[in-house]
């Protein structure tokens, strides 16, 4: 399994057959840890997991992932970095590292700043969102997500929900998609539509959407992707108002649909998906958070070109 | 050794034989610790370490269980839950954890709350105190150190100190020493008696005890379990400023005993307790230290289901 | 390999054959790192990280350090000491601490704080900086960066250039330069020089040692220790606007330089060190970081008494 990156920063960098060999090797380690037989492949490698803004969820996976492998952590958390207080830049904070790890994940407020990150280093550096930027591995947990749930990602019909100007992790997951011979179905407020770079770019690769505010359409698809629409995102709190209720996600709803769509959310989630479809067979939010695991697993030894064994 | 539990959230929940099994369970991880054959127990087992609530003392004896085991840890403490800022339930944090970890330790700020998180999840989860409700896990490590000071625990009459109205850990072990022929002795000012709701399952469970105010009372016993008094607890300040000297244990006063009193104490002490009682053969609250990092060894062995080697 | 110390407090500890036994030992760290064999040397031993203050670089660079040598490290940062904010002395926390960790790496910023520390507990106590005391190991760190640049300390002309009167580190690595043969140029402006008591010490151990405010001293010496000048020591502000630009290191100025020198810095650096100096040859403070963690890996050793491999 060759994979051709050292670091992974974003979305646009993966080929179609990167993205086959992160989902073949997730799929492996997911066979390796039912056989207890991860534990080990990492024996004595070092992750820095550097997290200059707080995300518990994204920095306890990859910790996890880590610590399933065999590997160790060292850890640091938003105003603990003293140096960077003291003025200190993030090329130097990451030479620095460099001499401690062998591999660091990085969590920045600033757009941009993973990829000053990695060119400071000759250790792979993967991205876990930088501000408004990309979040590369959360589109790829949710990829290996409809692929696990759904046999395959070819020929599904996708449906995003909510906000798809502002959501960064649906960005990431539609850059991925159009690799994919797929249908995408843009369900969101006009306001929170999304933005026409992106939708260039479908056009360009010749990837079949749909766009609509009617939040039906999700009963033809057959993955849903939800994310939260926030009050703040609105010019005109009236607008939101209006369109909150409209766009809560619950089983009601869900069992009007015409096929079996497997609800996907990338958490955490509010108001907008009610706990009531939590123990449908298609709600697969909470086996995304483990299959996050197997996928950062997947990369850690992928970006540390270490085989992952097929068993 | 048959635990019965998955979790462990209170004291209530011990019968008679789970004492007698957590206690045989610790001193056998005592002996596997000193024989340095505790290692490699729980070889890739991950403890998630939650405390939603700072508690240093707490989370560091559990995190070094864990790691004297050959496990894993990842942790989070305060404000660093990031989802739960963002509105995210108790319930939806502890599904992520359950795909993350084996076994997971909560302390949170909110009374009942570590049974919430037990309700979400499959894995075993262990209550390291939930605001004014349990800490059974302190209960069990100060009746480990009786039962390993004093070589057992029934005849004993145990004096209890302090504030008896609000402490959290008094509560839990008054109800775990129903179970054991026990002589208690309740020294407090009125204001900070045992609750009746406690003195009514003393009764109700027969087991002998007496009220006073007079610290004296702890000459004749062999056990004392030393609180702090809070200047806050009193709706008097006078009554305070009357009492908290005589509530203040030194050596002098202890070598009036009858008997060789052994000391506990939760810890932290400020002035309560005098440091010229330290190097005292009977006091035993540092040694509690050490005896609680066994005791939550051989919890997580016993929540895990796995079997504590005797040597 | 004998090391007489159990902990370490201060650079006043070590004698010549001490500071030969770190350098040697921190030479065989690096073969084994080099050659893998060094994870697990320290296997089922636990290091207690206590970071009263914050200290990103040195924390981490201990917990590299026991990783890489495959212990377990349990750590608690800044606030987090909940039970010191409920009025724990120092004496108390560390009995705890003593009762978890097999060795406890201490930053304080109270003066003399690592030495109450130690006094508490058996376990050996190392010194990461406390207050304006001592930070014995950075002092060693860049001893070894000294020798493994320049293949030997003896016969150095040693520049020291910024605020040689609050410097911490360079008082430390003064206080161990004083055991070798070295010649030791001091360049600040007045206003930051040396401390009286350091140059007495210099003089009655017959170091010779000359002091300038003219930083092209520096082209004469094989190696220039540059610190960061901080504006809020200045009581004269203008002198501060006057000094600031003539002690700023730049690939401009060191091309001057007579000699290969050798540029160390503590890090962080801010304006006082252009980064058009990083890809020198002769830019030996990016190299440091990774030597900090090899002699913190040697000193983890020498405390816990336990033999080096020579490979």
């Not at 993030?90 to 001499?99: H, N, Q, S, V």
């Not at 939708?199 to 939260?228: G, H, P, Q, S």
């Not at 709600?283 to 299959?291: I, T």
Request: neutral net charge; proline residues 4%.
């Amino acid at each position: 399994m060759d994979f051709p990156h050292l670091h992974i920063l974003d979305a646009d960098q993966f080929s179609r057959v990167d993205l086959e060999n992160v989902l073949t090797g997730t799929a492996r380690i997911e066979k390796l840890l039912g056989a207890n037989k991860a534990f080990g492949l990492l024996d004595g490698k070092i992750l820095a997991s550097l997290f200059f803004e707080s995300s518990t969820r994204t920095r306890l996976s990859f910790e996890t992932a880590m610590n399933r492998l065999g590997g160790r952590v060292i850890t640091t958390v938003g105003f603990q970095f003293s140096s960077i207080s003291k003025g200190e830049t993030l090329y130097d904070t990451m030479k620095m590292i460099e001499a401690y790890a062998d591999i660091a994940v990085i969590r920045h407020p600033v757009e941009g700043s993973s990829r000053i990150a990695a060119g400071a280093v000759s250790i792979p550096v993967i991205n876990a969102g930088d501000g408004i930027g990309q979040h590369p591995t959360q589109a790829l947990l949710d990829l290996y997500t409809i692929f696990k749930e759904k046999n395959a990602v070819e020929g599904l019909r996708i449906g995003f929900v909510g906000d798809l100007k502002y959501g960064r992790t649906i960005h990431s997951l539609i850059k991925m998609l159009r690799h994919y011979n797929v249908e995408i179905v843009l369900i969101s407020p006009v306001d929170l539509a999304l933005p026409e770079s992106y939708r260039k770019e479908l056009r360009r690769e010749n990837v079949k959407f749909e766009e609509t505010e009617d939040i039906k359409a999700l009963w033809d698809c057959d993955v849903a992707y939800i994310t939260r629409i926030q009050e703040e995102r609105f010019a005109d709190r009236a607008e939101f108002e209006r369109l909150k209720d409209s766009y809560t996600i619950n089983r009601a709803f869900l069992l009007g649909s015409r096929k079996p769509t497997t609800i996907l959310h990338p958490l955490p989630r509010v108001a907008e998906l009610s706990t009531d479809v939590d123990d449908m067979p298609t709600a697969a939010y909470f086996r995304q958070a483990a299959y996050g695991v197997a996928v950062r697993m997947a990369l850690l030894m992928l970006c540390l070109k270490q085989e992952i064994p097929a068993i």
